[in-house]
């Protein structure tokens, strides 16, 4: 074999592309036959409205080392690619590319809006397709789905007539969250709330009976032309009077009631609350409570109806605060206004200030379905990494409320409900109906409302395999095995999929949820378009590679932790990927003219049986790290087994082979060497994937592809516990004397004597012995002695380890009273470091103000100061002798 088949220089571009077109062609990608058990995933699909971020990139990434693990340990292993439909966020483009162009949507019609809406899918699709497979995504692109295809509407429609048919969904007249900007009810969950400067209003409602008058506090004055009613704590001795009594509700002609219940905090305000059951939740249950009127003041565009005086009548929300409070003014009842910091609940798509407004909608009744998806929490049929997010869990579905599922919108799925023109009849079926069951009328219109996009994702799971068909994959690969998802999605999508699943297949959709962190900037910040601190993962694999993103993503990945990165950070993955590249082209230039010998008939020399069980250690300490999604710990293994045992020790050690006269030595040793290197690709090939598969090609006597190869097993026939001991204390002696000649600027390549002094007893005497040869290569010495007899130390300075102790003459080499200057000017220098640093320590003043890790710090550099300090002294205690 030729050197030349791998180039010197590294360079991801040169077979990226042609790697993942080969695993595509050769369908890699696709479950095996195996009889194990599979393992699955089902990608938490990615909205159909613009280009996937870092975030995205972290999670997909992640889900693909968990992948190409599992296909390599010989599961037969899947993972569902597929794309949501985001009904809210794709309307709002759509309507935005329609408006640019000048067309509204209404002019437009449903139909022809729902067709442009298909093209910026596909659009959208394709780009997203694009980064996933870019980024080294081995899903099985053949069975992609898509939330609104055929099969998942089929599930769709299945799954709301069932739930209708079991009374968990019903139509009702309820207080909804309203998005004037987008024109649609939202979900609790689907309303974010921040904190805005507003006022809080105080003015008078006079009594009815002109006996008195009673003050009111608002931070929304223009709703009081929806009051039903005036509410006090029963317990308010300053109310307790007016209890029974009716007020004149100002600017308006009606009379309403002052009313007692305990929900009103006597502290709050001043103990009196206006009562607008149609436009506060609160009020909301106060009012039924006490059977009061519900009258909805708002158009669907936020702009005043026709349920208020006509002057009001069009205003916006705000035209509507300003004209109340001026008329307020006006007649003499208006007091005053304060600054008031308040919580105000915010679309999640658009940012438009939510309106509570009373709205016939479609819900799902949760309560039931939340009782099963919680004992299947505490039977630990589903299991959060890390456990913290199951209190989160426990939360929100132990204070879970009905599920507004219906949407104002084109775009998603119809909500399979119709109405009989003729006779008014609700028909809920699977199938569009012919005629009405009741009369008989063709006349029959669909609801014009879709489902919330939710309501197809809470299914993803089961209805990407098939349901309600009952298909081969659904039996074999449901429930699926692992989700990875970001927390902000726990209530939205995890949990609803748990009760969805539970619901309709009686079982949880898989057991592992593996939440993974926030990717944030380097000093913290959430990445975001607003702060201009993103990163596009498609620009770091132009600049570094898949490789390089992948693995540094993978290494910094710490269970319940945030990533903090910016573009230097992946130079650790780019350089790692280098250091493979590398060694692996120094081992194939060796490879040439040589007879490789088969692993079996290979005879382990010593060295050899400690690289073997190293990479046995690390193999157990990757599979353990995996096991429980220590996704850090498990590349970590990987990069310090391949950088530090393999390229730093065992490849510098097998030079003493490679370089010898002996034929058969060096055919031995650099077949134990591509043995070795191509154990070593198969464990970095999750999270290095392109480039571990594109070396494993060019190795002798290998075949097949390395994504579906054997992962390394732990074997018992690699444990040498004993061997890798004495190896130990080998390299605890070449650190030592690297250090003395690092600490005396000795270079590298000038020889020094070295003696080094074996105790009695010592328990690697005999494997030092064996290795003279070795200590001698890796210390760069010619004059190197091995003894039990206690040397003469002048002209030396002294390594000490355990059972020995390494005796380098330096006098030679150095200028030994010029050393010693530098030495004490060091020594002081550290000296008076630690006594800066003391000072500080001892300083109430800071102690009592610093933050607990700022002190810590301290702490650790006065001991670093010490003990370099003592190390000085030491070394000039030695020159001196």
Known sequence: MSSSEMPKAFNPKDFEDRIYAYWMESGS??????????????????????????????????????????????????????TDHAGIATQNIVEKKLRARGIDRHELGREKFVEETWKVKEEHHTIIKKQLQKIGSSCDWSRERFTL???????????????????????????????????????????????????????????????????????????????????VNPEDDRYKALVGKNVRLPLTDRIIPIIADSYVSMEFGTGAVKITPAHDPNDWDIGNRHNLERINILNENATLNNNVPEKYRGMDVKTARKAVVEDLKAEGLYLSDKDHLHQVGHCYRCNTIVEPYLSKQWFVAMKQMAGKAISAWEKEEVIFYPRKWENTYKHWMTTIRDWCISRQLWWGHRIPVWYCDDCGEMIVAREEPKVCPKCGSNALTQDSDVLDTWFSSWLWPFSTMGWPDKTDDLSRYFPTSTLVTGYDIIFFWVARMIMASLEFQGKVPFRDIYITGLVRDKTGRKMSKSLGNGLDPLEIVDEYGADALKFTMTFLSAQGQDILIDTESFKLGSKFANKVWNASRYIMMNVEGRNIIAFEQIELKEIDKWILHRLNESIKAGDEALAVYRFNDFAQVGYEFFWNDFCDWYIEASKLSLYSKDEGEKDRAISILVYVLEQSLKMLHPYLSFITEEIYQKLPQTDGALITAEYPEVKDAWSFPETADCFSLLQDLIRGIRTLRSEFTIPPEKKIPVTVFMAEGFRAESFFTSHEALIAQLVNTDELLLTTVKPDPSGSVAAAGTGFEAFVYIREVIDIEKEIVKLRKEKDKMEKMAGQTSGKLGNEKFLSNAPEDVIEKEKSKLAEFKERAEKISFYIAELEK
Request: include cysteine; hydrophobic fraction near 35%; aromatic fraction near 8%.
């Open 29 to 82: 990608f696709k479950p095996s036959e195996s009889e194990k058990d599979p393992f699955v995933i089902v990608i938490p699909p990615p909205n159909v409205t613009g280009v996937l971020h870092m975030g995205h990139g972290l999670n997909n990434i992640l889900q693909d080392v968990l992948i190409r693990y599992h296909r390599m340990k010989g599961r037969p292993t899947l993972w569902v690619p597929g």
């Open 149 to 231: 295809d055929d099969g998942c509407s089929k599930a769709v429609r299945e799954v709301f007539v069932g739930l209708y048919e079991r009374g968990l969904v019903y139509k009702g007249n309820y207080l909804v969250n309203w998005c004037p900007s987008c024109g649609t009810a939202l979900a609790d969950d689907e309303v974010e709330h921040h904190e805005v400067n507003g006022k809080m209003y105080h003015y008078h409602y006079l009594l009815e009976d002109g006996s008195g008058k009673i003050e009111i506090a608002t931070t929304r004055p223009e709703t009081m032309l929806g009051d039903s009613a005036v509410a």
